[in-house]
């Protein structure tokens, strides 16, 4: 039975609409796939063996393929069909080895995982004895492991379509980034009961610079900021669930122009994909009260100027969008059987 939620279901789900090429509209049906079993971690064995041809059948490189974009843009699909049950984990990684191997360890370990697909962006692929090191993470009749390669570093390659793909429910996460399994299965409780929406752990604000001013210009407001008004607008794609059609989207759909941004600045890539999912159902992301463990050192999110970046990528998506189509919302989702107070 699905825990109960601390949430208004109303705001969550009342507006489900999403927009096909040439602006067709359709809606998104509410599937609840049969429930999840509970997490399971797997036990990652560091020590690199020899690459057998197991191995090789069952760690798979993949390429995108993109020559499916012709026919989604002539035949385009509602968000919300066709896929099985159970979710697929995302993990971006960059030359960080030890961290991707404990996050596969971990992810292929829990109940529900469908698939865990690794996007490459590096330049040269991964070596046999990482493939090796990292299905060792995974064996154990955890989930299936498989590395999304990509030809180019881009900051984009996390959000694009990924061939194969057999559920609904995506889970993006970062190398760096743990999320216990108990904590992840609720999350996907609570994507079941809005799957249009974006329903992750860490979320964020944009803010009017001065509102009593006709300008519409935009500030970033930082994990501090959602702290202080409890009131957020985004969740962050670093530890999030989406429904996988957001991928073509971004990547075949949504203006190219943001995406040459993203690609300029080596930022903004998870704002992009929350201005794109509010423009898409006019309703705002989900917050999942949970603890997350970060188990890497801190990223560009402490680097200086980093919330002035940020605030740039607002008004400059808010631009070529025309208007700005994030929401803010106040509603946090909460398992209440851990809760003292609910």
């Known amino acids: ?131 090796g090191s990292v299905l060792n993470c995974s064996d154990g009749g955890g989930a299936g492991v498989r590395f999304v390669i990509n030809a180019e570093d881009s900051l984009n390659n996390r959000f694009r379509p990924i061939q194969g793909l057999t559920t609904d429910a995506v889970f993006s996460v970062d190398d760096d980034l743990i999320v216990p399994c108990s904590t992840l299965r609720f999350a996907f409780a609570v994507w079941q009961s809005a799957p249009s929406a974006m329903v992750g752990f860490v979320p964020r604000m944009h803010w009017l610079a001065d509102p009593g001013s006709n300008a519409k210009e935009y500030r970033y407001g930082s994990w501090w900021s959602v702290w202080w008004t409890g009131t957020y607008s985004m969740v962050l794609s670093k530890a999030s669930f989406f429904h996988r059609q957001y991928l073509d989207l971004y990547t075949n759909h949504m203006l190219p122009s943001i995406r040459d941004y993203v690609n300029e600045n080596r930022n903004c890539e998870d704002i992009a994909m929350s201005f794109l999912v509010a423009n898409v159902t006019g309703s705002p992301p989900i917050w999942v009260q949970g603890r997350i463990f970060e188990i890497g050192s801190s990223g560009i999110s402490s680097l200086k100027g980093h919330d002035l970046q940020r605030s740039k990528c607002l008004n400059t998506f808010s631009a070529m969008y025309g208007h700005m189509p994030l929401v803010a919302t106040t509603v946090k989702a909460v398992d209440s059987r851990t809760s003292w107070f609910w």
């Open 1 to 131: 039975m699905m825990p109960k939620l601390l949430l208004q279901a109303a705001a969550a789900v009342a507006d489900r609409r999403w927009y096909g090429s040439g602006g067709r509209r359709g809606y998104l049906p509410l599937r609840h796939p049969p429930h999840v079993a509970p997490g399971r971690f797997t036990a990652c064995l560091l020590a690199v063996a020899a690459v057998t041809t197991t191995f090789a059948l069952a760690l798979t490189l993949h390429r995108p393929d993109l020559s499916s974009t012709a026919a989604y843009a002539a035949s385009p699909r509602g968000v919300g069909g066709g896929g099985g049950a159970g979710y697929a984990v995302v993990i971006n990684t960059w030359k960080r080895y030890d961290l991707l191997r404990r996050s596969v360890a971990h992810y292929s370990g829990c109940g529900g995982v469908d698939a865990v697909h690794v996007v490459w962006s590096e330049p040269e692929e991964p070596t046999e004895e990482l493939r």
